[in-house]
């Protein structure tokens, strides 16, 4: 097959991982504040989307990340190999989200990338530092984020506890629109950037562009497609990360959502990818566990740490299956 139509099936399924990653991912935003009725569901939405497509655009050194850091040179990856890591992403991503699972879109594409290149170009191709710093930046974020959430909920306890639980409902109501958007700007700002990262890549390779630096109009696509996917909305995992965690009032979604999000501007402005799906979940566990440690259900938090561990190693043999399957058809 033409190198031009492989280098244009990378660029669609790059987008289409980008549309579903929004979909996946639209509890992220919105599920806290949906769940406390703060905003409701379709307005939650909307704004989710269009605050996605403006943090989109922030920046690119998580697509420089992405595009540089898991393999050693662009020239040892071919348009088959991305394909396959895409496919294989892509693949984990909606097995997760039909089954209302919270896994991440991040591990989904970095397990795919990893295990198409292992099968096409060798284990000598993987930045193994690179990839050790990704690695773990997705390890280390959720559980900072449980810990942060834990003292952000502790503060705001000890600061607002003295008000009227009406009044402190009706307050925090309001400053959870303002938190859910800073959640929503993060998310785009974050997990768009993956799919830049691989078009660059993949325009890199096929020597399209001379540097790893992200095309206006990548970041223009990907953005949009990134909001497009939000706007679908994806309500079965609202309704995990919303109510199956622990049940949250206004002031636990206003510090889950604001601890979530400045978590993952860190994580952007430090150029590393995290999953956005892990900081939430664990803003929410830490936020629970300071309103009572029992509040939380663990069972499902350990229903998500299994899909963690999982995601990467399975995502990765489902890519490399596709490499397999290409070559032989």
């Known amino acids: 097959m033409p190198d031009f139509i492989l280098l244009y099936i990378v660029v669609f399924l790059a987008v289409a991982f980008d549309y579903i990653n929004g979909f996946h991912d639209t509890a992220n935003a919105i599920a806290t504040s949906v769940s406390t009725r703060a905003i409701k569901p379709q307005y939650a939405i909307l704004l989710a989307a269009s605050l996605n497509f403006l943090g989109a655009l922030l920046s690119t050194g998580v697509a420089k990340t992405i595009g540089g850091d898991i393999v050693r040179s662009a020239s040892l990856v071919s348009q088959e190999v991305i394909i396959s890591a895409l496919v294989g992403a892509i693949a984990w991503n909606l097995l997760t989200w039909w089954y209302g699972i919270p896994s991440s879109s991040s591990h989904a594409l970095i397990g795919g990338v990893m295990g198409s290149v292992i099968v096409g170009s060798g284990?000598?191709?993987?930045?193994?530092?690179?990839?050790?710093?990704?690695?773990?930046?997705?390890?280390?974020?959720?559980?900072?984020?449980?810990?942060?959430g834990y003292v952000i909920m502790i503060i705001l306890l000890w600061v607002f506890g003295r008000f009227a639980p009406m009044a402190l409902n009706s307050g925090f109501k309001r400053m959870q629109l303002l938190s859910a958007s800073l959640m929503a700007?993060?998310?785009?700002?974050?997990?768009?950037q993956k799919a830049m990262g691989i078009i660059t890549l993949a325009l890199l390779s096929a020597g399209q562009i001379p540097t790893l630096e992200v095309p206006t109009w990548v970041k223009l696509v990907c953005a949009t497609a990134m909001a497009l996917g939000t706007a679908a909305g994806g309500w079965k995992i609202i309704k995990t990360m919303g109510t199956k965690i622990f049940k949250m009032e206004p002031i636990n979604g206003f510090a889950a959502d604001l601890n979530s999000s400045l978590v993952i501007f860190s994580a952007t402005f430090l150029h590393l990818p995290v999953s956005t799906t892990h900081v939430v979940s664990g803003s929410i566990m830490g936020v629970g566990s300071a309103k009572r440690v029992k509040a939380v259900h663990w069972s499902v938090a350990q229903q998500m740490v299994y899909a963690w561990f999982l995601t990467i190693p399975l995502s990765g043999i489902t890519s490399a299956i596709v490499y397999k399957l290409l070559h032989i058809f």
């Not at 050790?132 to 942060?148: N, R």
């Not at 700007?185 to 768009?192: E, P, Q, W």
């Open 185 to 192: 700007f993060s998310h785009g700002s974050n997990d768009a």
């Open 123 to 148: 284990w000598d191709a993987l930045n193994t530092v690179g990839i050790e710093k990704i690695i773990l930046s997705l390890i280390l974020s959720p559980i900072l984020a449980l810990v942060s």
